[in-house]
Every structure is written in C-alpha cells, then in structure tokens.
Nanobody, 122 residues
Framework: QVQLVESGGGLVQAGGSLRLSCAASGSILRINTMGWYRQAPGKQRELVAAITSDGSTKSADAVKGRVTISRDNAKNTVYLQMNSLKPEDTAVYYC????????????????WGQGTLVTVSS
C-alpha cells in the first residue's frame, strides 16, 4: 500500500509565502515524476509544477517565477515553495507521484494525496 500525505496548506495574505510538503510511504521500489496540481472551486484540476527523478522541472505559466518545486529522494518527499501568492492561487493542492511499487516492478501507478487547502486573502 502506497500513501501520499501532504502538509503545509493554510491561510496566507496576498504577497505571502507557503511551503507544501508531500511524503510518500509504503512498499516503494521507485518514484518517477512527482508533481503538484491544484483545483479551485468550479474549475478543473490543473498542473502547478512537476519534477522528474533526475531533477528536471516544469511549471505552469500562471505560477512561473513564483513557485519552486524540489524533492528529497532519500525521504520520498516533494516540496512546493510558493511566493508572492495571489488570491487566484486559492485552491486545494494535490500531490501526485508516479510510483513503482514492490511486487509491481513493471507498472508505473499514479498516486494522489488527499489534498491540502491553500487560501490567499486579498
């Protein structure tokens, strides 16, 4: 059983910063790409940023220059540092990881965290 557990959401004023964390646990053989998505009320879930196992990153245009994604492979953890937050960043943020689990060595499963709410007040 593989789990992703997020932390770090909360309420912040516009212009502030937050750091989200997501730790993967369970019978993990390998983690490939990890990423953060968000879903605002009434909108579709969208990619915020992603990072491959070798550290290559990409981010959405809406957050480019304001977010930094990083990971600690030894801890199976991915981070999202968000700066200069805007009210339009308000959303539930979900962690996503492509994980190869023990016993499923040839399958790359997508796993999702439960989500953490980020609210940016104006």
């Amino acid at each position: 059983q593989v789990q992703l557990v997020e932390s770090g959401g909360g309420l912040v004023q516009a212009g502030g910063s937050l750091r989200l964390s997501c730790a993967a646990s369970g019978s993990i053989l390998r983690i490939n790409t990890m990423g953060w998505y968000r879903q605002a009320p009434g909108k579709q879930r969208e990619l915020v940023a992603a990072i491959t196992s070798d550290g290559s990153t990409k981010s959405a245009d809406a957050v480019k220059g304001r977010v930094t994604i990083s990971r600690d492979n030894a801890k199976n953890t991915v981070y999202l540092q968000m700066n200069s937050l805007k009210p339009e960043d308000t959303a539930v943020y979900y962690c996503n990881a492509e994980i190869v689990a023990v016993g499923f060595e040839y399958t790359n499963f997508q796993h999702w965290g439960q989500g953490t709410l980020v609210t940016v007040s104006s």
